[in-house]
């Protein structure tokens, strides 16, 4: 049994240091994603709505009425192109808010407009710029494209 280890360990540690290396991959995730933040963020009592349409004409919209309720049309009509995040939703109304809205994956462009009660707060012709990540170097998965951008909002 012995001769046999001291084998194994003398063929192992007779590699050759140029010889081709061992790459171990970690399995850190990342998401693909847009985020497109507000600011400041949306908030105040009224009917918000926010639709973006991409570059191949497909309009997605998010719907929601502050103070927070359970209003059944309240929510984003195509969450694989567009969703909310929606802040405060147990609190007093004045602190609820709409910070930000995400995306699955990064569009070439989208035009965006926000509505508060029929009447438009902010909006915006976005070419987000994807930043691409490797959290487990260039060659280990996954490859994930993220961007984000700021929309300005006259409240």
Do not use: K
Request: charged share 15%; aromatic share 6%; with cysteine.
């Amino acid at each position: 049994m012995r001769t046999m280890i001291w084998a194994t360990l003398g063929l192992v540690g007779c590699q050759p240091l140029d010889g081709p290396s061992l790459q171990a991959c970690t399995e850190i995730g990342c998401t693909d994603g847009y985020f497109v933040a507000f600011d400041p963020p949306l908030s105040g009592n009224g009917a918000w709505v926010i639709q973006v349409t991409d570059q191949d004409g497909e309009v997605a919209t998010c719907s929601f009425h502050i103070p927070f309720n359970e209003d059944p049309t309240d929510g984003c009509d195509n969450p694989d192109m567009l969703s909310a995040t929606i802040s405060g939703t147990q609190l007093d109304p004045v602190d609820q808010e709409l910070p930000d809205v995400f995306s699955p994956s990064v569009p070439e462009t989208w035009a965006m407009v926000v509505t508060l009660d029929g009447v438009e707060v902010a909006a915006a012709d976005l070419a987000p710029v994807a930043e691409v990540q490797m959290p487990n170097g260039e060659d280990c998965p996954p490859v994930c494209e993220f961007a984000d951008d700021v929309v300005a909002v006259s409240l």
